[in-house]
């Protein structure tokens, strides 16, 4: 089992840039795609997007694709998001999450066992 803690949150303006930090502990952090959602207040969990056990693939939602960027880093166990030109709809408190070992990549929460606390991230306009 892995546990997850996320950093980096915080109040920008529009168009600034953030990184938030997911860190891992437990073994064989890199036996797991690891995810980023996020969640607006009355809003259910939305994917942000994902990397793969090496770091070598990665997915994002449309919403972020071009402005948002996933690595990791399996010898930190810490998995980043560098997020540029923020806009106010990227307001939410953001999930860093880890599915199954040996599990394929998904958009679906609920493929993804294991959860942080979560960190907010609110763009002013």
């Known amino acids: 089992q892995v546990q997850l803690v996320e950093s980096g949150g915080g109040l920008v303006q529009a168009g600034d840039s953030l990184r938030l930090s997911c860190a891992a502990s437990?073994?064989?952090?890199?036996?797991?795609?690891m995810a980023w959602f996020r969640q607006a207040p009355g809003q259910e969990r939305e994917f942000v997007g994902a990397?793969?056990?090496?770091?070598?693939?990665?997915w994002y939602a449309d919403s972020v694709k071009g402005r948002f960027t996933i690595s990791r880093d399996n010898a930190k166990n810490t998995v980043f998001l560098q997020m540029n030109n923020l806009k106010p709809e990227d307001t939410a408190v953001y999930y860093c999450?880890?599915?199954?070992?040996?599990?394929?990549?998904?958009?679906?929460?609920?493929?993804?066992?294991?959860w942080g606390q979560g960190t907010q991230v609110t763009v002013s306009s």
């Open positions: 999450a880890a599915a199954p070992p040996g599990s394929t990549w998904s958009s679906r929460p609920r493929s993804y066992d294991t």
């Open positions: 437990g073994r064989s952090f890199s036996s797991y795609v």
């Open positions: 990397v793969s056990w090496r770091g070598g693939s990665t």
